[in-house]
Structure formats: C-alpha cells, structure tokens
C-alpha cells in the first residue's frame, strides 16, 4: 500500500514539502506580511519542535554520552581581529561575475558546472569556457572575488574602528577558547568542544527552500588530537558522522560520504570529506568533515600572541594540536529528515475527505516527531476525561489534544505531522480504564492501561 516516492523521478516533491511546512506551522517565509526577505525562514510551532528534537539529539550523541566531549556557546560577536587570524578577512569569498547586458549576478563557479566542469573552480578555466550570461546571453564581466561576511558596527560610533563582523562559522568560537575549556574542564587531547549555534553569509546565490539560507545554525564540534594521529581520528569522525544520520532514520541509500578533490578544499583544511544526501535538487551537502590541522590554533597563536600550545605531561610532548572537525546544519538536516520522511499512501482512514486523495504521513524518527502524541475523545461527550489524560501526558511529552471532526480526519491530521501514536478514548474507556493506541505506521491498535501510559509511552519513544 505505501509508495516512497522516489526522489529523483518526483519532481514536485520539493513543492508538496514546502506547502506542508508552511500550512502546517514547519517553516514560514519570513517577514511575509511585508512582501518577505529573500532566503530567511521562520520555524512555526511544529518546526521549533523539530529543530530542538534534532540539536537535542546531537548534543545528546556529541557531548552527553561521550567523556571525550564538552559543550560550549560563545558569542555570535567576536573580537574583528579572530576573522583576519582565521583566513575570513582574505579568503571567505565566492568568485563573481555580472552581465554587462542585463545586470544580473552570478557564481562563476555555478554556470561553470552548468557546463559540465564540475566541482572545482580556477578563474582560468572561467575565461577559456568562454560563459556568456545564462539569462540573456550578454556578455559577463570578469571573476571577482566577494566576501561573504555580513558587518556591522559595535558601539555608538558608525566607523570603521567599531566595525565588526557576524560570525559566519562557530568553529571559531571554539578555537580561541580552546585554552579556557582545557583549563577549566581537565581534558586532556585527544578531546573535542562541541557548539551549537547561528551563522550568518552574504549567500550570493541562497535557494532550495531551507537548503543555502544567510541565516542558519550549525552544529559544530572541534576534536584536538595529536598530529601523528590525525589521520585514524578523521576516519572515525568520518563514519561517526554517517552513522549518525542513518541512527536517525536517514535510508541509507540517499546518504553517501564524498572526499573532496584538492582543489575543492576550504582555505583551512588538508582533507575534507562531505556527508551528502539524495535531496530531490540534487545529492548535495549535509554535513562536513575536516582535517583542518594546525591552521587554526596556529594563526590564534600568532594572532594574539597567546601561546596555544599543548604539553603532554606523560610523552613531555609539546604540540599544536590538530583539529577534526565535524559541522553540519540545522536547516539542512531538518530539510533531509522531512524529505526522507515524506510519504504518500493510499487513503486509509476511511475519511470521506480524503477518499480520492492520497495521505501523506511524515515517518520521522519517533525521537524527532515534534508531537508524541495525540489525545482523541471519540465523542465530545468525553471531552473532560480525555482532557485529564492530555494534561497528565503533557508533564513528559510534546502531546496535543484534538477533539474536532470525524476520527479518521483526525488520524490523518496526525500522520501528516509525524506523530507516533494517537490515543482514542472511548466509552469503553470509561468502564475498563484503558485507551487505545494507534501506532502511525503500522496502524496497529492496542489498549494501554491509562495508568500505564507514561512508561508505555516512554519505552515506545526510547526516552
Ligand atoms: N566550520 C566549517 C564550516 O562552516 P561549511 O562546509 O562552510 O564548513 C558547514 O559549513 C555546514 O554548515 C554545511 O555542511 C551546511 O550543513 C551548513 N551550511 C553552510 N552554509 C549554509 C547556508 N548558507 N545555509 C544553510 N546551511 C549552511
């Protein structure tokens, strides 16, 4: 009866995932009522539930269940100086060309893949393909080089000493508290800081819904090792990462790992592989794994004229610690695990509405579906002891209540946001104390004891 459909032949899909974000409260295009801003989102109800579910989950598998791990939040403001130390300033920029004709911009390194040569990028190879304007074939200016960090000014004084840029990764953050994490936390290398939290980029070519936005939130986390072993902590990471995915529910035929030819790598790092995933645009990037060595804490060191090195007490080595990093997105994630939930049924809850209509349900992980579950009077003549059931549940899970419409519209409501089980209560109920769970994907039903619905619940949802 349910049919995945495939990523690749639904070319709609994008279109269906982003109608149901934005009518059932996922994700909103923002400042709306004034027209909207280009590639900004807001998260409605549903959406802010679903984001928490899933940084909660990553901190929960990066920081809570490992000793080798520590959490930080530093501030989105930093000192001017850290992003000319850690290569921003000079080198966070995307190559540019205009249309002389129709003014319009491009990356130049996009409308060379439009051609074919793809994913690295030398100005060189732009003026041998000799590109003209995909619009409207004018003639395109040279390649220049755009910086990506949004400014603005600190302090009453709108000039340039007071000028100060929003952080466009959190990794730095990290770096240069490495030496107040060390001293505080009494780690020892190898062991990593991880953060959570936003970043800002003048995107020049932002899409794909939530996918490239200039506001997003990464979840980064920063592993300092011993140079000799750098090389085996970057496979780890590197399956850890993918693992991490598929533990959430990703199939595991849309997710793949991609190593970075050399000329593809950021200005940091040595080696780098991706975590990419099978969006219906496109196998793109979710995640990214780097060996950025001692890039960073190096250009810190010299930087601030702090000394950043790290002494061995038991080798007596002294070194510079190099750096794994794993840096994924929120939005982006959040965009995989909808699209990777996203199916259409035949109808099944015998609702007259949707009889000609397929049904959509969201099969999230149960530990990512924003509403655990649904509290349902069956009639409104037992409204006030469903009700009681609702407001006992809610102490301990997401739940909603929902008395309105025919049952099977109200199921359907319920699968088309994801949510794990709905709890009928009957007349029956009434006598024998015991409510009926509806499990989303399997439809099966069982009667729980209502007062051993918290641990049904709680073992159900692995909490
Ligand atoms: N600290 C390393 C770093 O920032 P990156 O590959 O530029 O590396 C890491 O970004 C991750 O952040 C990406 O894999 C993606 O998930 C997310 N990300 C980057 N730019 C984004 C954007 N404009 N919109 C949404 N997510 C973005």
């Known amino acids: 009866m349910s ?22 409260g996922f994700v909103f295009p923002s400042s709306e009522i004034y027209g909207g801003i280009n590639s900004i989102y807001d998260f409605g109800p549903l959406g802010v539930e679903l984001k928490n579910n899933i940084k909660r989950e990553w901190w929960k598998t990066m920081v809570q269940l490992r000793a080798d791990v520590v959490g930080l939040d530093s501030g989105i403001l930093m000192h001017p100086k850290i992003w000319e130390a850690s290569g921003h300033v000079a080198g966070f920029s995307d190559p540019l060309v205009d249309c002389k004709s129709c003014k319009k911009r491009f990356r130049a ?14 100005p060189q190879d732009f003026k041998k393909a000799k590109v003209r304007c995909p619009e409207c074939d004018g003639e395109l200016t040279e390649v220049r080089d755009f910086n990506l960090m949004f400014k603005t000014f600190m302090g009453a004084l709108e000039n340039e000493a007071s000028e100060i840029y929003l952080r466009p990764e959190t990794a730095q953050g990290i770096y240069v508290n490495f030496q107040n994490v060390l001293n505080a936390s009494r780690q020892s290398v190898p062991f990593g800081i991880a953060q959570i939290g936003k970043a800002f980029r003048n995107e020049i070519t932002p899409g794909n819904f939530i996918f490239r936005t200039r506001e997003f939130e990464q979840m980064e986390m920063q592993f300092f090792v011993n140079p000799k072993e750098v090389d085996k902590w970057f496979d780890y990471w590197q399956k850890e990462r993918l693992n991490w995915y598929r533990s959430l529910g990703l199939n595991k035929e849309n997710l793949k790992s991609r190593e970075h030819q050399s000329r593809e790598l950021a200005h940091y790092a040595k080696k780098a592989a991706d975590v990419e995933y099978a969006f219906p645009f496109g196998q793109s990037e979710l995640e990214g794994v780097h060996n950025r060595g001692d890039f960073d804490l190096s250009r810190h060191q010299k930087y601030s004229g702090k000394d950043l090195t790290y002494f061995n007490a038991e080798t007596k080595e002294k070194f510079i610690p190099y750096v794994i990093e794993t840096s994924g997105g929120v939005e982006r994630s959040l965009l995989a695990f909808l699209v990777d939930a996203y199916t259409e049924v035949d109808p099944r809850s015998g609702d007259e509405e949707s009889k000609h ?70 007349f029956e109920s009434l006598n024998d104390k015991k409510i009926t769970v509806r499990d989303r994907d399997t439809m099966k039903q069982e009667r729980v004891a209502i007062g051993e619905l918290k641990d049904y619940l709680r073992e159900q949802l692995g909490q």
């Open 357 to 426: 209509e397929k049904e959509v349900i969201l099969k999230l992980d149960k530990r990512l579906a924003p509403i655990k579950a649904a509290i349902l009077p069956l009639s409104k003549k037992l409204e006030k002891e469903a009700r009681q059931i609702y407001l006992d549940l809610q102490a301990s899970f997401m739940c909603q209540f929902d008395a309105s419409g025919a049952i099977g519209r109200r199921y359907r409501r319920q699968d088309e946001i994801g949510t794990p089980f709905c709890l009928t209560f009957d």
């Open 3 to 24: 049919k995945k459909p495939s990523p690749k032949s639904e070319n709609d899909l994008m279109e269906k995932i982003v109608s149901l974000a934005k009518r059932r």
């Open 109 to 122: 390194d996009h409308l060379l893949e439009g051609k074919g040569m793809k994913p690295d990028f030398r």
